[in-house]
Each structure stands twice: as C-alpha cells, then as structure tokens.
C-alpha cells in the first residue's frame, strides 16, 4: 500500500529565504508525482506535475525533483515572499491505482513566510 | 479561466440529518473526483466517475455516502445519515489530463 509522508509538517522561514519541502513514497511504480498549495480553507491549486521518466519541473520560483528509486521528491522555493505562505501538498498516482487517477497524498507542510 | 464550481461553501447540520454536495466540473472534463480532507492531513479519494460511469468507489462508505453523475456532467455527494465523524472539508476535482483542477470545497460540520 502506497503511503507519502511529508516532513516537516510546519515550516517558518524569513521572507528572501530559499527552502526545501520534502516528500517520501514507500512504492517507487508510480505514474507521476504532484506538488499542490492549498490556502486556508480553500480547495488545491496545481503547481508541479514530474512524470516518472522526468527528474524535475521548474515553474517561475518553483523547481520541483523527483528521485523515484529512492522514492523522494523536494520542492525547492527561491526568494521566498510571504505571499508563498500555505499548505504545500505532494501526491503520487500509482501503478497500482490502474487505469484510475488516484491520487494519494502526503499530510502537507505548512509553510509561514515572515515579511 | 474555467474552475470547478461547489456549493453550498459550507454546511452545519445535526447527526443523523441528511446533507447533499454539488459539483460542476470544467466544461469538458469527462473525469470526476470527489475528495474527503480531514483537517491537518491530505485528501482521500471518496469515488471517481469517468463521464457518468464509477471508475473508483472502494474508499467510499456506501452504507451511507452515495454519488451519482447521471448526466456525465455535474455530480452530487449524498450523505445519510450524517455521523459526527463526517465533520471535513469535501473538495470537488475534475482533469481531463494527468493534471486534477480542484474547486473550493464544501466544509461540513456536523453537530
């Protein structure tokens, strides 16, 4: 059974900081990995899809990596702005999920951005 | 730009009541998820409809959760009887890709 873990589970870092969010997977047969940012109490906004023939994806301040032998990823954020604060959420679809887009994801970390 | 559209936002019933959740996907999304988010952790896939067909409900407690997607577009979420462990965030997901598009969610409390 596929488990994702997400540590830390909260983050707090000084506004211009670069920082590392990192997520682990106990089953390397996955399809792809997702990273998501959800606000408080609002639904998940897509940043970063890694298919599982990719080692990475960049977007804007965003580069996200992926080492599926191991079974990690990092989410790699430059000049952090405070703005950046939320829940950073990552999720893998596994081969074992079939023909379905299930996704299973990590409990998230909480990242708090100080101006 | 298109979203997935919820309602209601947010929703206070009594156990055992009934309650029921709306979804509109993007136009063109034959894929629709619904997802259950326990506050501090991820979300969890509740069902899955390809057009109006269940691809994935083994998560889904059908002793009283029922979905439907009769039309292959909008989607509804029924709960009956609610329990006080209902008590979550209930988000809406639709992809026509790898990429899922989610929409705000609908937050449950359930006294």
């Known amino acids: 059974k596929q488990e994702v873990t997400q540590i830390p589970a909260a983050l707090s870092v000084p506004e211009g900081e670069n920082l590392v969010l990192n997520c682990s997977f106990t089953?390397?047969?996955?399809?792809?990995l997702q990273w998501f940012r959800q606000d408080p109490g609002k639904g998940l906004t897509s940043l970063l899809l890694?298919?599982?023939?990719?080692r990475e994806q960049t977007s804007g301040r965003l580069n996200a990596s992926l080492d599926k032998s191991s079974g990690r990823s990092t989410l790699y954020i430059a000049a952090s702005q405070p703005g950046d604060s939320a829940t950073y959420l990552c999720a893998v679809r596994s081969v074992g999920s079939g023909n379905t887009g299930k996704l299973i994801f990590g409990q998230g970390t909480t990242l708090q951005v100080k101006p | 730009e298109a979203e997935v559209a919820q309602s209601p936002r947010y929703k206070i019933t009594e156990k055992s009541q009934a309650v029921a959740f709306w979804c509109d996907p993007i136009?063109?999304?034959?894929?629709l998820y619904w997802y259950r988010q326990i506050l501090g952790q991820g979300p969890e896939l509740l069902v899955q409809?390809?057009?109006?067909?269940?691809?994935?409900d083994s998560q889904l407690p059908k002793d009283r959760f029922s979905a439907e997607r009769l039309k292959g577009v909008d989607s509804t979420l029924k709960i009956q009887p609610a329990e006080l462990g209902d008590s979550a965030m209930y988000l809406c997901?639709?992809?026509?890709?790898?990429?899922?598009?989610f929409g705000p969610g609908t937050r449950l409390l359930v006294l």
């Open positions: 136009s063109g999304h034959a894929t």
């Open positions: 890694i298919q599982s023939s990719q």
């Open positions: 997901a639709s992809s026509v890709t790898e990429t899922q598009y």
């Open positions: 089953d390397s047969a996955i399809y792809n």
């Open positions: 409809f390809q057009d109006e067909s269940v691809v994935d």
